[in-house]
């Protein structure tokens, strides 16, 4: 069985389809969430496509990708879903901090892998040449699989702090104005 292969140009350092309109089952193939998902986003309000075909059919467009993109990084860095919509929906909002945020993150994970690997690698080899294995050594190992953990609930801790202090700063710009978020406290 043949497979038809997509054909794709490249632009700004971007490979793009040339298709230009998905519907939403082409969307959930593309990248690999569920109808469901795209649908419940759409639901929601956090991800709606930019235009519906005649027969009613969600279409996504690039600039829909894009969007969803950021939706996924924002998710990924461990915001929910009402945090996701509230930083992009903020007029501060910039792709290119996220993006950074993401790599900085991956940088942290893959370097705490790499010392739980090493630590495991050290277990494993004394066990291959049936040296005893210590108590510190498993406590060596315990105390980085530990880390790795906490390095997670941190991470989704600062993010949390990040999005209070957003949230104040805006609550301070309209203080009195609860249409635009202050509490109108009289």
Same mark, same amino acid.
């Given at each position: ?12 350092g971007?490979?793009?389809s ?9 969307l959930?193939? *593309? ?14 309000? /956090? ?23 950021q ?7 461990? /915001? !929910?879903?009402?945090?996701? +919509? ?14 950074? *945020? ?8 893959i ?8 630590? /495991?690698?050290?277990? !494993? ?5 049936? +040296? ?8 060596? *190992? ?5 880390? !790795? ?21 805006? /609550?301070a ?8 978020g202050?509490?109108?406290?009289e």
């Amino acid at each position: 069985m043949k497979v038809p292969v997509k054909k794709c140009a490249r632009n700004e350092g971007m490979i793009i389809s040339k298709k230009t309109n998905w519907k939403v089952g082409e969307l959930a193939k *593309l990248t690999g969430l569920t109808i469901r998902t795209l649908r419940y986003y759409d639901q929601i309000g /956090l991800y709606s496509p930019s235009d519906y075909s005649k027969g009613g059919y969600r279409l996504y467009n690039e600039s829909d990708l894009s969007r969803l993109q950021q939706i996924l990084a924002l998710k990924e860095l461990g /915001l !929910s879903l009402e945090e996701v +919509k509230s930083v992009l929906d903020n007029d501060d909002y910039n792709t290119t901090e996220v993006i950074s *945020l993401q790599i900085s993150r991956l940088k942290e994970n893959i370097s705490m892998q790499q010392k739980l690997l090493k630590e /495991l690698q050290n277990i !494993s080899s004394l066990m291959q040449i049936n +040296k005893p294995v210590t108590v510190e050594d498993f406590t060596k *190992l315990l105390d980085m699989m530990k880390k !790795s953990h906490q390095s997670y609930f941190i991470g989704r801790q600062k993010n949390v702090e990040r999005q209070l202090d957003r949230l104040g700063d805006f /609550l301070a710009r309209y203080p009195d104005n609860p249409k635009k978020g202050g509490t109108n406290n009289e």
